[in-house]
């Protein structure tokens, strides 16, 4: 059983066109989880909840294989893309007691796993601080930071109920971070997270690889 099981969701954001810019985002986000966990020594499996039928130039199964560098499984799902249903779907499929969900078009340090599972170990909830990255490259504190990338065990997931499934786009970590401040679960404050050096959201057009979902 793996100490870790990383999970993520996925739909069409594997590759991003906008005009003549291509842009990679989950190939990227690969990339950095296999070394942040070669660097970390975390026995880790990453999960991958995928709508394949939102697939566009870059089909997950197109190019995973071939980039993995530690043990991984994909889930497809089909009808409209649910990101709560992909978060619960993965879990249900984690074999470790420890849970990172992660978004797909994050990069991911050595130092976010480290974190998350010590202080899953201390019995709290970790939802690491971030910074994003804006169109021109430039690192930014978020405004209004999400906390969609989230370590819970096994334990507190069951006691959550799981992600809220709604086919509606945004806001649904809102509710997860909530319950897990009203139980005094969390280890830091969302507000006043430290933030991870070199944990980056990629910057994408708000909008492209998400129309009509």
């Not at 993520?8 to 594997?14: E, M, Q, T």
């Not at 974190?115 to 709290?124: D, I, Q, T, V, Y």
Request: glycine residues 10%.
């Amino acid at each position: 059983m793996s100490e870790l099981s990383i999970c993520v969701v996925h739909s069409g954001r594997s590759v991003l066109c906008a005009g003549e810019r291509r842009i990679e985002l989950f190939p990227r986000c690969v990339k950095s989880l296999n070394d942040a966990v070669r660097e970390s020594g975390i026995d880790a499996e990453l999960i991958v909840a995928d709508w394949p039928e939102n697939a566009g130039e870059a089909p997950l199964r197109s190019w995973l294989p071939g980039e993995m560098k530690f043990l991984y499984s994909i889930f497809d799902i089909s009808g409209a893309f649910n990101k709560g249903l992909g978060c619960n779907a993965a879990a249900r499929a984690a074999q470790s007691n420890a849970l990172f969900f992660c978004d797909c078009d994050m990069l991911v340090p050595a130092a976010v796993l480290k974190n998350g599972m010590e202080h899953l170990a201390r019995g709290k909830a970790y939802f690491p601080g971030y910074l994003a990255q804006n169109a021109v490259g430039k690192l930014l504190k978020p405004y209004s930071p999400g906390a969609g990338n989230a370590f819970m065990s096994r334990v507190m997931f069951d006691q959550l109920g799981g992600w809220p499934e709604k086919t509606a786009w945004g806001k649904f970590d809102r509710p997860v971070w909530n319950w897990f401040d009203k139980h005094g679960l969390t280890a830091e404050p969302l507000h006043e997270r430290e933030i991870v050096p070199d944990f980056v959201h990629l910057w994408h057009p708000k909008f492209v690889g998400w129309e009509g979902r």
